[in-house]
């Protein structure tokens, strides 16, 4: 099974600012990668596949990057709504796939 | 615009079998793409449960998590347009919210990120 580890577990940001998310892989994934967001009480939602291509109406502020067992979710200029839980899930190596234990973004 | 919708009892008792519905509008199941269940305990993350893949051809093929030791059956019902999942001698460790969601249906190809989720449906395993 390839265990993905996020870092950090939680990331204090404030609203304007860069976040920088951090997604590491037990063992290569190539670029198959995907970055997902939940807001408090909503269900999770894609915000990034192939390790960096951004889904249908991902603000361009969203950014992915990395290949292999090392990942990076950007979130340029931090918004009020972009408050929220992030998971990268890797789909290379399956069964299983796999998620993260996940990063919370918080206001700083 | 796809939909999916999730159904069925929200409390199950320890030992006995959770079966859930997704109904999917907006778009056939029949579609040479995967379908997916996913949980997340209370305050925890996400778990693949399984997975199910289905042909213009109706040929069907199914992926579970070895981490449910085969207590899971994913199946299909086309000509309602909906899949279902059951997991039996469930424990309370199997509270969460169940999710079902469609894989990679938005782009040419196969693929196997979730692009579409339902709602999401809580079910609580207590006697």
């Known amino acids: 099974e390839t265990v993905m580890t996020q870092s950090p577990a939680t990331l204090s940001v404030s609203p304007g600012e860069r976040a920088t998310l951090s997604c590491r892989a037990s063992?290569?994934?190539?670029?198959?990668l995907a970055w997902y967001q939940q807001r408090p009480g909503q269900t999770p939602r894609l915000l990034i596949y192939g390790a960096s291509t951004r889904a249908t109406g991902i603000p361009a502020r969203f950014s992915g990057s990395g290949s292999g067992t090392e990942f990076t979710l950007t979130i340029s200029s931090l918004q009020s709504e972009d408050f929220a839980v992030y998971y990268c899930?890797?789909?290379?190596?399956?069964?299983?796939?796999?998620f993260g234990g996940g990063t919370k973004v918080e206001i700083k | 615009q796809v939909q999916l919708q999730e159904s069925g009892p929200g409390l199950v008792k320890p030992s006995e079998t959770l079966s859930l519905i997704c109904a999917v509008s907006g778009f056939s199941i029949i579609s040479d793409h995967y379908w997916g269940w996913i949980r997340q305990p209370p305050g925890r993350g996400l778990e693949w449960i399984g997975s199910v893949y289905l042909s213009d051809n109706t040929f069907y093929n199914t992926y579970y998590n070895p981490s449910l030791n085969g207590r899971v059956t994913i199946s299909v019902d086309t000509s309602k347009n909906q899949f279902s999942l059951s997991l039996t001698s469930v424990t309370a460790a199997d509270t969460a919210v169940y999710y079902c969601?469609?894989?990679?249906?938005?782009?040419?190809?196969?693929?196997?990120?979730?692009?579409?989720w339902g709602q999401g449906t809580l079910v609580t395993v207590s006697s």
């Open positions: 969601a469609s894989q990679g249906i938005a782009v040419a190809g196969i693929e196997y990120y979730f692009d579409y």
């Open positions: 899930q890797q789909y290379n190596n399956w069964p299983p796939l796999t």
């Open positions: 063992q290569s994934v190539s670029t198959n």
